[in-house]
């Protein structure tokens, strides 16, 4: 029985191809949990017009991405933190903190993009990581300053 493979399967191959197995592999497993579908000419045609549509929006994804990611290139943002001997923080600025600076300016993005080794626990400027897909990664500057 031919079957088009709807996820990646050790040893028999990976999402999108079509496999040749035995009619019981197919039936008792990989149909029954949704790991592949009946390749007939309709499903191929339907896989092939599914897998084109998820390029598409992979591709407008990544261009926003791109979009933002040259934003914040250019952006300095700056946070504000009580602060004690030695110019040291009262606390720290997580990368939480980050994200709510950047919701300040209108922008949205999830605190796990933004990545940050460790708390800032210091005065002064940061060039920060932020992975905003697959393969975009930006550097935003932080200042961070007394309040």
């Known amino acids: 029985m031919k079957v088009i493979l709807m996820t990646n399967i ?3 191959g990976k999402k999108g191809e079509i496999k040749e197995v035995s009619v019981g592999y ?3 497993f990989l149909l029954k949990e949704n790991k592949a579908l009946v390749a007939t000419s309709s499903s191929i045609a339907s896989y ?3 897998k084109r549509a998820e390029e598409k929006s992979l591709k407008k994804q990544k261009k ?3 979009n933002l990611a040259e934003k914040l290139s250019k952006m300095t943002i700056t946070i504000s933190a009580k602060t004690g001997e030695g110019n040291r923080l009262f606390g720290s ?3 939480q903190d980050i994200v ?3 919701k300040n300016n209108k922008i949205e993005i999830d605190k796990k993009m933004v990545i940050l080794e460790e708390p800032i626990k210091v005065l002064g400027m940061y060039s920060i990581d932020v992975k905003l ?3 975009v990664i930006s550097k935003i500057n932080v200042l ?3 309040e």
């Open 93 to 95: 600025i997580t990368s």
């Open 144 to 146: 961070v300053i007394r």
């Open 26 to 28: 197919a039936r008792n």
């Open 64 to 66: 926003e991405a791109e």
């Open 10 to 12: 050790d040893g028999l």
């Open 100 to 102: 709510d600076a950047l």
């Open 133 to 135: 897909f697959l393969d």
């Open 48 to 50: 092939e017009n599914k």
